[in-house]
């Protein structure tokens, strides 16, 4: 059984952010762009700024001893350099409810929304962005510091920068190549600053970014392999090389699998979530491996699936947990696993239809039902080894 088990004190948990669960955040790009109709309204979401009680409950029952949860930068600085300390206090209160259970927070700075004064000025385009950024960063962390240990300032940086200046179908609504390559570099720096400000005040916490990265791979094509490597190491490794020594941990995110020149048959036979995208077991582990280089402790800081109906869901869990397991045989200094999400949410342009939770929530009357493969996932919390 020893050959299964994960190292003592491994964290297991879940994560959520905040407009995706809270509700009632109505001064941040993604409410403005709501209002004007070009994407779903959030509304109340799932009410977890009223509910988070209850759902950490929720949570300790299933045996987590972490969670990873992000704090709204419009609701502590509603006005340029005007901070709101009661919902210091908000979030004070959150994390002092985890602590009580004996669970170990991952608090995320900045998951996608941006408070309205900052993005109708040009968000990290803006000159002094960087600044502007870290001052939240140091001031949230002189409140709350004491708090917590694992810090993120970003959530996928790249995702955030393809999806508002190239894809242009998330605010800002640009399709801007040089713009797109400039708010990479923005948030580079954005990050560097805040990572100096925030160690300045609370030199022991430990900080870092969640990465979204994809594993690549190719046929034995020659255009095809230099595709692979050239995606590799812009989508993976850019960012993280541009913020090197400012970082004393990855998270890393991962939903995507991507193999240039694959056969039709494997494109036909592959299984799929709700999303359309494809479940591929290995793909964890892969990405996992290819962090090793930067030498620094890993965290799994989200890995799920859509799938409503949760047929794919408990055996994903097995698989991720196996995909871990074997990197951490392999000599990646893998610490935790969040599962994505702890509750259904609100998935951006998606709205409420796709379903990510390990907990169904009833958007009517905001019932919370633990769907089974979070049982599944608790097998293997509480034995802290693989399942079969």
Not at 165 to 193: C, E
Not at 314 to 321: G, R, T, V
Request: aromatic content about 14%.
């Amino acid at each position: 059984m020893a050959d299964k088990e994960f190292p003592e004190g491994f964290l297991w948990g879940a994560s959520t952010a905040a407009y995706q669960v809270e509700g009632g955040i109505e001064n941040v790009d993604w409410a403005e762009a709501a209002r004007e109709g070009k994407v779903p309204e959030a509304g109340r979401a799932c009410d977890f700024y009223n509910r988070f009680g209850s759902d950490f409950e929720i949570a300790a029952s299933l045996g987590m001893n972490a969670q990873r949860f992000s704090i709204e930068w419009a609701r502590i600085e509603p006005e340029e350099g005007k901070f709101n300390e009661r919902e210091i206090e908000h979030y004070r209160a959150v994390l002092e409810r985890l602590k009580a259970s004996g669970v170990t927070p991952m608090v995320n700075l900045w998951h996608f929304t941006l408070p309205l004064w900052f993005s109708e000025r040009g968000g990290f385009l803006e000159k002094g962005a960087p600044e502007i950024f870290a001052r939240y960063c140091r001031f949230v962390v002189e409140r709350l510091g004491g708090y917590a240990d694992l810090w993120l300032t970003h959530n996928e940086p790249i995702v955030y920068s393809s999806k508002g200046f190239w894809d242009g179908v998330w605010p800002p609504f640009l399709r801007n190549p040089l713009q797109y390559l400039r708010v990479i570099y923005a948030v580079a720096a954005a990050h560097r600053t805040a990572y100096t400000a925030m160690k300045t005040v609370r030199p022991s916490i430990q900080i870092g970014i969640a990465k979204h990265n994809i594993f690549f791979e190719s046929n034995s094509n020659p255009l095809n392999r230099l595709l692979c490597v050239c995606s590799d190491w812009f989508w993976n490794h850019r960012f993280l090389r541009l913020i090197e020594g400012y970082q004393d941990f990855i998270g890393l995110n991962h939903y995507h699998h991507k193999k240039y020149g694959a056969t039709s048959r494997e494109r036909e036979t592959a299984v799929r979530s709700d999303m359309g995208w494809e479940i591929h077991p290995t793909s964890l582990y892969h990405c996992l491996i290819a962090l090793k280089r930067y030498g620094l402790p890993l965290y799994v800081s989200e890995h799920g699936l859509a799938d409503a109906a949760d047929v794919h869901r408990p055996e994903f869990i097995k698989n991720a947990a196996r995909a871990v397991h074997r990197a951490i045989e392999e000599g990646a200094p893998v610490r935790g696993y969040f599962h994505w999400s702890l509750l259904d949410n609100y998935e951006w342009t998606e709205g409420f239809t796709k379903r990510f939770g390990l907990i169904e929530v009833n958007y009517d009357t905001l019932e919370r039902t633990i769907r089974p493969s979070a049982y599944v996932y608790k097998q293997i919390i509480e034995r802290n080894a693989l399942i079969d």
